[in-house]
């Protein structure tokens, strides 16, 4: 059990927790801060690569993926110092990925150079809609003449463009998306994740929807049909969707979610990163210090930002890899979670949801269909009880 990482590959996570300002939906660990020391950052992060490679050495990277927050906010010399450590500690594979995500806000073309000349070759843009009074609405600090603007600077560096839209949002009909969607298409390079507006608890969206604001948001039935459109335009345009919110042309995947879906390895640094490493005696879940000032300051004097680490039994692995690998297109390896579990998933319950074409058998791979991908939270719960 300790080999079965290698299904998925070995990735790092670096996560950079500050934004320019916090995004209502948001629920991811983000800071607004008025200035942030980047020599000091950049000195406790490649601690962190060193520690983790120390503990796990003779791996080789298949990705590196700079998250937040808003990573283009990195000095480039940081990023490069994350990256130049990282090779001395694992060594990269021939075709490694190494993306960096940015916000339209904080691009400059001598900075994305800078970008390109530390490593990244792939960039992950959060655009996250193509008219301006839903980017109001939405909280970002672009326009969407800013955000074209900045995408064209970033294919012009790099050749892995990838951008985010989010749909569903208030007062969207599907006619008003299936236009954004074809503006989208018409300039995509390689990569789109496209996400349905998700109303977390702990947000400002949160706190509004609780008290009765944030009125005229498409109902259910409504959102169920924009992402079944979503996926029959995007098909058309060779953009399939090979996880349930990214869509790609063939061979263009992100490499490195696909680690975190195949349920293979990755080291993660930075306030509230989490981790999956697998060492002599099993698969451990590793957690960072949420808050950044508390891991600046683990790192600088305990030596380590991670505040826990908890062995995963076979059961939580098998569960794990059935949520997550069930999200892609390519659905499950019925022998490998048997492995992992210590007992195949329950036939029966496989033969009713086939009967009802949510899911089908394809040799050894368990996916869900067309009809099924929809649902699949309720698909996930019959498999895992």
């Known amino acids: 059990m300790t080999e079965d990482w290698r ?3 070995f990735g790092l996570y670096v996560h950079w927790p500050f934004c320019a300002a916090k995004c209502p939906y948001c629920d991811f660990n983000s800071h607004v801060a008025a200035a942030v020391d980047q020599t000091r950052w950049a000195r406790a992060l490649v601690a962190e690569v060193e520690r983790q490679a120390a503990e796990m050495p003779e791996r080789v990277l298949n990705s590196i993926f700079f998250g937040g927050g808003t990573p283009s906010l990195m000095m480039p010399e940081t990023v490069d110092a994350v990256i130049a450590a990282a090779r001395r500690g694992w060594g990269f594979a021939n075709d490694i990925e190494i993306t960096l995500e940015a916000n339209p806000t904080s691009v400059e073309r001598g900075r994305f150079a800078g970008y390109a000349d530390a490593g990244v070759n792939r960039l992950s843009m ?48 599907r006619a008003a998306w299936r236009a954004e ?120 004097t305990a030596g380590s930002g991670e505040s826990a680490r908890d062995m995963l039994g076979r059961s939580d692995q098998a569960t794990e890899y059935l949520l997550m690998a069930m ?10 979670y048997a492995r992992l579990a210590g007992t195949p998933l329950d036939a029966d319950r496989i033969a009713e949801l086939t009967g009802l074409g949510m899911v089908k058998i394809d040799g050894a791979r368990l996916r869900a269909t067309d009809d099924g991908r929809p649902v699949l939270n309720a698909i996930l719960r019959e498999l895992a009880a």
């Open 126 to 173: 959060g655009i996250q809609a193509l008219n301006d009074g839903d980017l109001r609405r939405l909280g970002r600090m672009h326009s969407v003449a800013e955000a074209r603007a900045a995408f064209d600077v970033a294919r012009g560096v790099f050749g892995r463009v990838s951008f985010d839209l989010i749909y569903a949002r208030q007062g969207q009909t």
């Open 327 to 336: 999200r892609l297109a390519e659905g499950l390896d019925m022998d490998r």
């Open 181 to 300: 969607l074809h503006e989208a298409l018409s300039m995509a390079v390689d990569h789109l994740s496209l996400y349905q507006l998700t109303i977390e608890p702990g947000t400002a969206f949160g706190t509004r929807h609780a008290a009765g604001g944030l009125r005229d948001l498409p109902d259910n039935d409504v959102s169920a049909d924009m992402y079944l459109e979503t996926q029959e335009i995007c098909c058309k345009h060779d953009m399939a969707g090979y996880e349930i919110s990214n869509h790609a042309r063939p061979g263009s995947e992100s490499r490195h979610n696909l680690i975190y879906w195949r349920q293979g390895d990755w080291a993660a640094i930075g306030p509230g990163a989490h981790g999956r490493l697998t060492g002599p005696h099993g698969r451990a879940a590793t957690e960072a210090h949420r808050a950044p000032g508390d891991w600046l300051e683990a790192v600088e």
């Open 7 to 9: 299904a998925g590959g």
